[in-house]
Each structure stands twice: as C-alpha cells, then as structure tokens.
C-alpha cells in the first residue's frame, strides 16, 4: 500500500536533475591566483584555506570552495569566490582550471577535462560502444573505478554516471581526460 501511494504520485515522476557543466562548487588543490581574464593581469590570489569558526565558535582552518561559473577552455576557468579581505563579495574572475578538484577528501565526482568533450563509453575499453558525448567542464558522479587490459591508453578508466535532459548514462570514461 505504502508502495502504490508513491506511484501515482509526483514522487515517482519527478524529472532527474542533469549532471552541470557550469554553476556548481568546487575545492582549491591550492591557492589560486585569479586574473581579469585568461592569459590576462594576475589580480590577487584566491586562498587554499581560510580561518573560520564552527558551529561552537571555535576557530579553526576551513577549505575554501569556488562556484564554477563556467570553463572558458580547458585550461581557464571562469569562478565567483568571495574575497573577504579585500572587502568585496562575490567576485567573478578566472583561474587556471589546475588549480580545482571536484573532491577533497573523497572520489565522488570528475570534471571533465578536455575542449572537445570526452566519449561515454558502454564498456571500459576503447572499441566498446559510444553512448553519448560529455561537454568539458561537466560534473559527474563516479560509480567506481576500474582497471582494463584492453585499453592501448593506460588501462584505467572510471566509471560514471551522467545525466542529460532526464535520461541517465551509466558507462566508463578514460581516467586520463578527468579531473579529481
């Protein structure tokens, strides 16, 4: 009965949120220099971590997040960060994207690294089938990871799951074109 109440109601149809390729948090593999715009004037630096307070006001070092406004290339990134030294809030500015991970302490996400996005593949190997392309900078969620003999590559590849216009890909991805 408790199952039936669920299927004929919104619950059960709500539509899937697709993985974002832009506009989603991510932490700081160090600090950051930010810059006007790519290849431009280094304007200061965006820090790895930062002094702050828990929940019981004890201070303590926090780590640092920047919204991912969007990849401009696969080497820039166009970030917001707020710069509470400098008094101003919620600056916009771009960073070398080597200087972000997806995770800090955890493998649940990559980004996807290269311009021309990366192929999701059925299996964990090159000949196996294409079943749609991932855009640079997308987020996804990581299944697990796994080794493969068959790759001429580097034998690894991550299995991921991505979702588009509410349908779910379930496949694998070369481990060498994501970033952690």
């Avoid at 810059?35 to 019981?56: A, V």
């Avoid at 101003?88 to 311009?115: G, W």
């Amino acid at each position: 009965m408790f199952l039936s109440a669920f299927v004929g109601s919104s619950f059960a149809s709500a539509k899937m949120k697709d993985s974002p390729n832009k506009n989603y948090y991510v932490k700081l593999a160090q600090n950051a220099p930010y810059y006007d715009r790519p290849n431009g004037k280094k304007q200061g630096i965006i820090k790895k971590e930062f002094k702050g307070k828990d929940s019981e006001g004890n201070e303590q070092y926090m780590t640092n997040s920047v919204k991912v406004i969007q990849y401009t290339s696969e080497k820039w990134v166009k970030v917001q960060f707020s710069n509470k030294k400098s008094g101003k809030s919620k600056q916009i500015k771009f960073i070398k994207s080597d200087n972000i991970r997806a995770n800090f302490y955890s493998l649940d996400y990559v980004i996807i690294a290269p311009q021309t996005g990366v192929n999701l593949r059925a299996s964990n190997t090159v000949k196996s089938k294409i079943l749609t392309t991932i855009p640079m900078g997308a987020l996804v969620e990581v299944y697990y990871k796994s080794n493969c003999v068959e790759s001429p590559i580097k034998d690894k590849w991550v299995h991921v799951q991505y979702i588009k216009n509410n349908k779910k890909y379930i496949g694998y991805v070369y481990e060498g074109l994501v970033k952690y």
